[in-house]
């Protein structure tokens, strides 16, 4: 029988140790890595909730305050978005990024500007919060703030350098979205520190042209004190007088024409302001462009006068406008004549009552 060594023993031993260290400091990385896991997870859920407490032990143990989830939240994102403003302080005091946006592009001073926490937005843009960071569809937080009208939180952002004409995907100004949602107190803002509210968005509705076609006439008049182009077409759409023409909108069709905007517009094909009015039925509007000099007798290129498209459109009210219209004429220019002793002499040969023109 070979003799035991005992020095082949112990060397033994000590092989079979170092082989297990590394294994042993494996478990140990797992355990340290699912430990950070747990306190990034507990972190997140803490912001959630508020728990001031748990968070400042959380972040004493050196939990990540800058951890996203699988949907991109941070900390500061679930802070903002439950509108915990002390608990947004510390994170923030921790240095936690306030320009990360999550999968949805959604960052924490848009979801502040979104719920109206002025404070949140206060304290967001003090740490250094982008506020021309862009969100889903392009929007920024001034862009929300237009559309809700919360005019304290649109001065915070416009004193941090917010831009003020930048547009969306859809191509929407912040002084658009004000006008869209009704927000005159938030436009007036706006064009006081510089905006430009004459920019069309991509369906080439400018503010004015927008207000117009919601037949928004509070709006309407904002916008015409403000000094909106009440002239220039925007691309693709009808001149504004045109368009309010086309909407039967008598009151900013009143404005415009007793602010000297042209009336003698005409689309392509011939169509003349009147004959949009009548296709819109409005006998307020007709009245104001026939008072104003249009011609009653004028024809498109299809050969149609406006009471031939009142008529065409089933507007009975508009057409006997027509007729009233143009027997006044008449009778004007017969009175005029028997004064300077000549022939009356009527637009058309074949005018009767109900209106045969020439």
């Known amino acids: 029988m070979a003799a035991h060594d005992p020095a082949s023993g112990a060397l033994s031993g000590a092989f079979q140790s170092e082989s297990a260290a590394p294994a042993d400091r494996a478990a140990d990385a797992v355990a340290l890595k699912e430990a950070e896991r ?10 959630r909730t ?3 407490p748990k968070v400042e032990k959380l972040i004493a143990e050196k939990a990540d305050v800058n951890f996203a989830d699988v949907a991109g939240d941070t900390p500061l994102i679930e802070a903002a978005r439950m509108g ?12 936690a990024n306030p320009n990360h946006s999550n999968q949805l592009m959604l960052h924490p001073l848009i979801l502040a500007a979104a719920d109206n926490n002025a404070p949140m937005v206060q304290l967001l843009l003090d740490h250094g919060a982008d506020p021309n960071q862009k969100g889903d569809a392009d929007i920024t937080a001034l862009m929300v703030t237009a559309e809700s009208g919360n005019d304290n939180i649109a001065a915070m952002l416009i004193d941090k350098k917010a831009l003020l004409d930048t547009v969306d995907e859809g191509g929407n100004t912040a002084a658009l979205l ?27 509705f400018t503010p004015l042209t927008q207000s117009i076609d919601k037949g928004d006439n509070a709006m309407f008049d904002v916008l015409a004190e403000l000094g909106a182009d009440m002239v220039t077409p925007p691309d693709g759409r009808p ?40 296709r819109s039925g409005s006998v307020i509007a007709g009245k104001l462009l026939i008072d104003a000099g249009l011609d009653l007798y004028a024809k498109n290129d299809s050969g149609l006068d406006a009471r031939a498209q009142a008529v065409e459109e089933g507007h009975t009210a508009f057409a006997d406008l027509i007729d009233s219209e143009r027997a006044k004429q008449l009778q004007s220019a017969m009175r005029n004549t028997k004064q300077g002793g000549g022939t009356a002499a009527p637009r058309t040969a074949s005018f009767r009552k109900k209106g045969i023109t020439a």
Request: no cysteine; glycine share 8%; aromatic share 2%.
């Open 38 to 47: 747990r306190r990034n997870h507990e972190l997140l859920a803490a912001a």
């Open 50 to 52: 508020g728990d001031i």
């Open 84 to 95: 915990h403003v002390e608990v947004a302080e510390i994170l923030l005091n921790a240095t």
């Open 178 to 204: 004000a006008v869209m949602n009704g927000r005159e107190s938030t436009l007036r803002l706006l064009k006081q520190h510089g905006a430009n509210i004459d920019i069309p968005n991509k369906a080439a």
């Open 239 to 278: 001149a504004p007088i045109m368009q309010a023409a086309r909407g039967g909108n008598a009151h900013a069709l009143g404005h415009m024409i007793k602010s000297g905007v042209p009336i003698d517009v005409k689309t392509p094909t011939n169509n003349d302001l009147l004959m949009f009015a009548a």
